[in-house]
């Protein structure tokens, strides 16, 4: 008998693998996700993801790292949220006061900010599954950026759920790092323009 799933949240409880099954696969070493008990492996990033990816983590981190804030991290930090769903954000902060939930396998418990950069074969599970479940998990922001659309969306946690934060001038501005933002030609520039270094963009945020 086959089963018709519309999204992974529609997985028989029957087919899906726990957490310890996903990390004890070889395969988790490598960029994926376990989306409610489904390992879903990622494809190979194009140029411009990789560019997007480091470009946000870098100037992140340069930021938090000033600040002393906590720990920002890149695409192969796993957070397991639950027993059916492990996911390795792009880029993810995690406060200094829960850097303790760090294992020596992953993170025991959900990042405070999540950025995932879309691609066309995650497209459905970042904007879907991965958003309802990082807001169950209590992530407090959560940065969608999409290089097809090149467009940026930033979600605060409110109530439980992710309500999209307005953005105006086109700057997108951090809630849960406060001071921290980048403009939106920042990260797409305009054809025949060039995107500023970290080092401009620090001097911009007032770092140095």
């Not at 991965?130 to 109530?159: C, F, H, M, T």
Request: proline share 6%; no cysteine; charged share 20%.
């Amino acid at each position: 008998m086959s089963v018709y799933i519309q999204s992974l949240f529609d997985t028989p409880v029957k087919a899906r693998l726990s957490a310890d099954d996903y990390i004890a696969s070889p395969q988790s070493a490598h960029k994926s996700d376990l989306i409610e008990g489904v390992f879903v492996m990622a494809s190979p990033a194009s140029v411009e993801h990789e560019d997007v990816q480091y470009f946000i983590g870098t100037t992140m981190r340069n930021f938090v790292t000033a600040q002393h804030l906590g720990l920002v991290a890149g695409p192969n930090m796993a957070y397991r949220l639950g027993d059916d769903n492990v996911y390795q954000p792009d880029v993810s902060f995690l406060r200094r006061d829960r850097l303790h939930l760090a294992g020596e396998v992953y993170v025991y418990g959900a990042p405070d900010l999540a950025v995932e950069v879309i691609s066309p074969s995650s497209r459905q599970y970042d904007a879907f599954e991965k958003r309802i479940n990082y807001a169950r998990a209590g992530v407090q922001e959560y940065w969608l950026v999409d290089p097809i659309e090149r467009s940026v969306a930033i979600y605060s946690l409110e109530q439980g759920q992710f309500i999209r934060s307005p953005q105006a001038d086109d700057v997108l501005r951090s809630n849960v790092l406060p001071g921290y933002w980048l403009r939106l030609a920042w990260i797409f520039p305009p054809v025949g323009t060039a995107r500023p270094g970290e080092l401009e963009v620090a001097r911009a945020q007032g770092l140095i």
